[in-house]
T-cell receptor, first 111, second 111 residues
Framework: EDQVTQSPEALRLQEGESSSLNCSYT??????LFWYRQDPGKGPEFLFT???AGEEKEKERLKATLTKKESFLHITAPKPEDSATYLC????????????FGKGTRLSVIA | NAGVTQTPKFQVLKTGQSMTLQCAQD?????MYWYRQDPGMGLRLIYY???????DKGEVPNGYNVSRLNKREFSLRLESAAPSQTSVYFC??????????FGSGTRLTVV
């Protein structure tokens, strides 16, 4: 059974204080690992897809990396507007296999 | 582009009542999904439709039925609502190999 574990559950940072969120996974044949951002009262918004170990992707202050067992979402010099819940999901070997989501990390960035 | 549109946005039901949650996408995606999101549980898959004319059960299908009406529309029906079905429901769609696009959610309370 595919599983995704995210840590920490919640993270509180001062503005400018860089940190990383962790996503550990077990999946039978990883097709892709996905990161989403979810603001309160809204649906998740797609950030990145990573397909193979060693791959990295960046968007503004966010950088996602992937190994064979986990992914990290690095947040550099965060701003209050980066406050959100960040969700990680994995997809098994078929393109039609539904995503399995972790429970998310709730990030708060304090000015 | 509207993306994924869900209706209604809010609903209160009495135990035993029935209702249908509507979802429509305008991106010509083949696959559509229904998830529920509960505090501390993350996003859990209820049903999905990999293509028009097919539907499959997800992790938590009990108490729900779905209909893939056409390529654009995928509805979720609660035949006899129970308090345990109080949740936020998200519809999503995807093209193979790409991340999901989510709707803004339906907040359902069963009293």
């Amino acid at each position: 059974e595919d599983q995704v574990t995210q840590s920490p559950e919640a993270l509180r940072l001062q503005e400018g204080e860089s940190s990383s969120l962790n996503c550990s996974y077990t999946v039978s044949g990883l097709r892709g690992l996905f990161w989403y951002r979810q603001d309160p009262g809204k649906g998740p918004e797609f950030l990145f897809t990573l397909y193979s170990a060693g791959e990295e992707k960046e968007k503004e202050r966010l950088k996602a990396t992937l190994t064979k067992k986990e992914s990290f979402l690095h947040i550099t010099a965060p701003k209050p507007e980066d406050s959100a819940t960040y969700l990680c999901a994995v997809q098994g070997p078929s393109g039609n296999t539904p995503l399995v989501f972790g429970k998310g990390t709730r990030l708060s960035v304090i000015a | 582009n509207a993306g994924v549109t869900q209706t209604p946005k809010f609903q209160v039901l009495k135990t035993g009542q029935s209702m249908t949650l509507q979802c429509a996408q305008d991106m010509n995606h083949n696959s559509m999904y229904w998830y529920r999101q509960d505090p501390g549980m993350g996003l859990r898959l209820i049903y999905y439709s990999a293509s028009e004319g097919t539907t499959d059960k997800g992790e938590v299908p009990n108490g729900y039925n779905v209909s893939r009406l056409n390529k654009r529309e995928f509805s979720l029906r609660l035949e006899s609502a129970a308090p345990s079905q109080t949740s936020v429901y998200f519809c999503a769609s995807s093209a193979s190999n790409y991340g999901y696009t989510f709707g803004s959610g339906t907040r359902l309370t069963v009293v």
